[in-house]
């Protein structure tokens, strides 16, 4: 990307996230945690004296080479999700009965099946997918199509190839 289309300007995501329902303290705390944790970097060093991060309307933000890899290497990975399914509450009953009933408990060697734990994310992407159909308030504005594309991005590919072993 060249240098004009590497930032986006704070307002720009304020309008967008707000014409989507979103709290404008939300996103402005939103926005100081993933500074905070460098997953974006300003235009502009935003950091004051005693570490804290000030910025307005006419800062600008990037996504950083940490929050780049945590999108498109960590997240879509079979590793992360096997152990964000365990810590995500599930708001359905169908698919928590569906994830309940196949996920694997450990064997006498503290182990368990990654053929089930592979069909139990193949469930929990089911559910994610749904709860982002159900959750995207204006497609025209908002992404959509998160999970899809971390599936795609090889998330997919983990789970078919782990679902073949079987133990």
Sequence with gaps: LGYTE?????LQILEDFESA???????IDELSSLLKASLIEAEDSLADKDGTFTFDTTSNFSISLKGNYYINILVPSFAYMDLVVQDTPIFSEDFYSKIKTVFPLTDENGKRSISKRAIVLQSFTEYLKSREAKETVDLN?????????????GLQHEIDRLSRFSR
């Design 21 to 27: 329902n979103y709290k404008h303290n939300f996103i």
């Design 6 to 10: 590497k930032y986006t300007s704070v």
């Design 141 to 153: 504005r908002m992404p959509s199509g998160i999970i899809q594309n971390m599936l795609s991005n």
